[in-house]
């Protein structure tokens, strides 16, 4: 981050002064309300009374903001309709990206996939588009995650495991086969940016072998520092500098050659399930946002042609009127951001575009089928709030991945709520509520804050290397962990209202189809047996010296990918290319 620079905090204020505001309530109307409302709340207030006014609600993943017991127009008394509200697909964006929402453009029900080997995978994602799903998610498993071959020795025991090996562009081949990807979007949860340099160019040369343009390709990779760096529990790191560097490199290979792709998911969903608050979440997606969108205008890119396809990633969890306003707070600050501090032209760069996933870490084993009330009821808050994409967990994530029943139930979950509810029909319903107004101004200030906290540090990847997010998440860990054990954080049917805990809930749990292990490990002999080795070699030492140079290296991961080189191998490029760095100790 420039040191000379405003913080973003100073710019967006500056630029409130400059406002001619038009508040909504007649103050005459105000002072009247008050009287009124100071004589009710007294009745609640005092050593005899059985109720606070304002208490703070504790729940999983909570962000620890006081709550009054009522809500009136004095809650939000600046409240401007054109600056803080606006009309859905207007400035600010507020009540929505698009002008009809979900009567002009439904959310895409986009559910995880990721098990097994890629011909398994390949089954369970041609089943879900079969039921009605729109969009297509993939998960990998914990090596390919890790960037280790199936072959590897830290592999074993992993492989197939909570999500789909995939160790060369053959296995994206299997993964894809009669998946027609020029006509569905596709996730590839890549998380890292190494990770993304490495599969999304496997991704890119399977396509190739089936013909299609790099152009018809639509769908997103995640590629965010914040997972590579904080979230991971890896044993190899390479230096954030390096890893943030990676990230920019596959935004502007992919803006360039694989235009209808977001070429970043900025990951809320990990860190927030990983132990942070909702606020904290944002503020390091958004703080990352800013960073990026730093560096590629930095490299001479306008900052309107690299925002179009910046897209967002959070957790939505069980404190629903939270939810609904932390995602109008961060779509209404993304907006600002864009506007006075890169100062763009393009409405469409103001957008703050987001998937959401329903909390995992909310889900408990003890009585799982509570599990899909809860995602339900996640899932409605994140539809209110105005997503674009939805992935709802299944009932049975508590033990394992998903069943094709329980997997279906969790997509049914999303066409019930899309197609019986008539929520979608009417745009931003929960907009202009007192409650949720003052809550969403509460939310936006408090994510301003910690981006304001971030820049004071030295920006985004400082925040990284001097362990500003790592204590963020251990204090938070550490507090939310004692609250589950003391109580006060409330779980039906785990610590409180329990059933007979000898009593095993009657679940069918999904089993992982046997020998993965053993097939990718045959695999994998049986490419390196047939594969070009002096291509290989050509384009290892091709990357290794893209790597040393500083130029853009996901060029020259393609022809690692192309020529069958496996994740394994490039990734001892990139560890050799950049060595390895150690996260920050604790405070």
């Known amino acids: 981050m420039n040191k000379d620079a405003s913080r973003t905090k100073q710019i967006l204020a500056d630029q409130a002064k400059k406002t001619n505001a038009s508040p909504l309530y007649n103050q005459e109307t105000l002072k009247k309300i008050k009287k009124k409302f100071e004589a009710h709340k007294s009745n609640y207030e005092g050593p005899d009374c059985q109720f606070k006014w304002s208490m703070t609600p504790q729940t999983i993943l909570g962000s620890e903001i006081p709550r009054e017991m009522l809500y009136t127009p004095l809650h939000c008394t600046d409240l401007d309709h054109d600056d803080d509200l606006g009309l859905p697909g207007s400035e600010p964006f507020t009540r929505g990206i698009h002008p009809n929402m979900y009567r002009g453009k439904k959310f895409t029900m986009r559910q995880i996939n990721g098990y097994g080997g890629p011909e398994d995978t390949n089954d369970r994602m041609k089943f879900m588009l079969k039921h009605g799903g729109t969009g297509v998610s993939v998960i990998f498993d ?48 890549s998380h890292y940016p190494s990770n993304t340099a490495i599969l999304f160019p496997m991704y890119l040369a399977a396509a190739e072998k089936k013909g299609l343009s790099l152009e018809s390709l639509k769908g997103s990779v995640q590629n965010d520092i914040t997972l590579e760096e904080v979230v991971r529990s890896g044993p190899e790191y390479i230096p954030p500098k390096d890893c943030f560097r990676i990230q920019c490199d596959n935004i502007e290979f992919i803006k360039k050659n694989v235009p209808n792709f977001n070429f970043v998911t900025l990951n ?13 979440e944002m503020a390091v997606a958004v703080a990352n946002a800013i960073a990026s969108l730093d560096a590629l205008v930095a490299r001479g890119y ?25 995602i109008r707070a961060v779509r209404r600050l993304w907006y600002k951001i864009m506007k006075y501090r890169f100062h763009s032209k393009n409405p469409r760069s103001m957008w703050m575009r987001c998937h959401v996933q329903t909390s995992g870490i909310s889900l408990t084993r003890e009585e799982p089928h509570n599990n899909l009330i809860r995602a339900a009821i996640q899932s409605l808050s994140a539809v209110f709030g105005g997503v674009q994409s939805l992935h709802v967990d299944s009932y049975d994530e508590a033990y394992s991945v998903p069943t094709e029943e329980s997997a279906l139930l969790s997509l049914r979950t999303q066409q019930i709520i899309q197609e019986e509810t008539v929520v979608t029909e009417v745009v931003d319903p929960l907009g202009g509520s007192f409650y949720v107004e003052a809550l969403t101004d509460d ?67 999904f089993r992982y189809p046997e020998g993965v292990e053993e ?33 853009n290296i996901i060029p020259y991961s393609l022809d690692c990918a192309r020529a069958y080189c496996t994740c394994g191998e490039i990734f001892k490029v990139f560890k050799k290319s950049f060595g390895l760095w150690r996260p920050p100790e604790i405070w």
Request: proline content about 2%; hydrophobic content about 40%; glycine content about 6%.
């Open 142 to 189: 914990l090596p390919t995650i890790q960037m280790y071959d199936s072959d590897d020795p830290i592999s074993k025991g992993q492989v197939g495991m909570s999500g789909v090996a995939i160790d060369s562009a053959k296995d994206m081949e299997i993964l894809f086969n009669d998946i027609p990807i020029d006509q569905v979007t596709i996730s590839l949860v």
């Open 268 to 280: 809320g969903y990990n860190l927030h399930e990983f132990g942070t608050s909702g606020v904290t």
């Open 302 to 326: 306008d900052v309107d042609w690299v925002a179009r396809r910046l897209a967002f990633f959070w957790s939505i969890s069980s404190d629903f009127f939270e939810e609904v306003a932390r």
């Open 443 to 509: 939310i936006e200030k408090r994510i301003l804050d910690e981006i304001d906290e971030i820049e004071k540090v030295g920006g985004y990847v400082a925040a990284i290397e001097k362990g500003w997010i790592h204590n963020k998440i251990a204090d938070y860990f550490y507090k939310e962990k004692e609250k589950i054990e003391k109580g006060q954080i409330k779980f039906v049917g785990s610590n409180i209202y329990r059933s007979d805990k000898d009593k095993k809930p009657s679940l069918e749990t």
């Open 519 to 551: 097939r990718q490990k045959a695999s994998i002999a049986k490419l390196k047996m047939e594969r070009d080795h002096e291509q290989v070699s050509k384009a290892l030492n091709a990357l290794e010296d893209a790597c040393k140079k500083g130029i």
